[in-house]
């Protein structure tokens, strides 16, 4: 059944001309039938550059309107359009302009899990892998970093020649990891590095070897002499992790973190979105105007 799935997806792929793209938080079986996998960068990048007819995002939605603002030309598909993120809403309406009424040279510096809306007021956009190096390159000495508290500390920690403003949102899956479940599971592997997302709490960067974005934390799990690992981000990392380095052994606190949303990915629903063509992204020109350039400006600042 999976496998008649698989090859009708792939057909269809084909037939429209159209490309997949998958979170590494998505569900193994999603992964393993994608054309690209990979972090909110790589995939945003991926994204702009693409000549396919057809964009397929399994993630959620706010990777699906990057997708559609960078290449507003094609079709963006969600297998679920519901799928959102809930930090993405996460700054009170009016905060923004409160910030800028209150310092002449603020930069609004707007993380890539966000709405469209928020993008359309911010000044430029940080995905995990580049906020330090962005942040560190601008001009302003005022930042005002948007929604994320966890990445905005850890980006402030990094650049401590900014006035970064913090504001109060966060993931709902990174701030559940629990210090008590992280310190029994270093108990259980002692000689294993701990390797966390920017997105955690204080209290867990504190007691990790290594933070990145899930790109990042792949990468130096595979480029690493050390044989054990405790993941500290969402578990849909570990088929890419075990995928890669196949001898090395990786493990989550003993409640791991799932990410809902990236879950409602599923083999159906992308075959259905490919048949129906019915989950497509949609946004005003209006609205690709403006949020097309704090993006934009992240692709150039990266560089
Ligand atoms: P990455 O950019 O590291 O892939 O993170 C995306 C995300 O949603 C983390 O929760
Ligand atoms: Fe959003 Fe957190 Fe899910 Fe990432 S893991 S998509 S930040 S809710």
Redesign the pocket.
């Known amino acids: 059944m999976k496998m008649q799935t698989e090859n009708k997806i792939r057909q269809l792929k084909e037939q429209k001309n159209a490309i997949i793209l998958a979170?590494?938080?998505t569900p193994s079986e999603i992964q393993e039938v994608a054309d690209y996998v990979?972090?909110?960068?790589?995939?945003a990048k991926i994204a702009k550059s693409s000549t396919a007819d057809v964009i397929v995002f399994c993630?959620?939605a706010?990777?699906g309107e990057s997708a559609k603002i960078l290449n507003p030309k094609k079709k963006v598909l969600m297998p679920d359009i519901t799928a959102d993120?809930p930090?993405a809403r996460m700054v009170k309406d009016g905060k923004i302009e409160e910030m800028r009424a209150k310092y002449d040279d603020l930069a609004v510096v707007c993380y890539?899990?966000s709405t469209a809306e928020l993008k359309c007021k911010s000044d430029v956009c940080v995905?995990?892998?580049n906020a330090v190096k962005i942040v560190k390159n601008l001009p302003n000495k005022d930042i005002f970093f948007i929604p994320d508290k966890n990445l905005g500390r850890y980006v402030a920690e990094q650049v401590p020649e900014k006035n970064i403003i913090l504001n109060d949102g966060y993931?709902p899956?990174?701030v559940k990891l629990s210090v008590e479940e992280l310190l029994e599971t270093k108990k259980l592997h002692p000689n294993a590095l701990v390797l966390s997302?920017?997105?955690c709490e204080d209290n867990i960067l504190s007691l990790s070897d290594y933070i990145?974005?899930?790109?990042?934390?792949i990468d130096f799990a595979k480029k690493s002499n050390n044989e054990e690992f405790i993941i500290c981000?969402?578990d849909g990392v570990k088929f890419k992790l075990e995928e890669d380095s196949p001898n090395k052994k990786f493990y989550f606190t003993k409640t791991s973190p799932c990410?809902v949303d990236?879950k409602l990915n599923t083999l159906e629903k992308l075959l259905k979105v490919l048949q129906t063509e019915e989950d497509e992204i949609k946004i005003s020109e209006e609205m690709i105007k403006k949020a097309t350039l704090p993006l934009d400006k992240m692709l150039e600042l990266a560089k």
């Open positions: 979170h590494y938080y990979g972090d909110s960068f790589y995939l993630g959620v706010f990777m993120c930090m890539i899990n995905t995990s892998s993931c899956i990174h997302h920017p997105e990145g974005s899930t790109a990042e934390i981000t969402e990410c990236m």
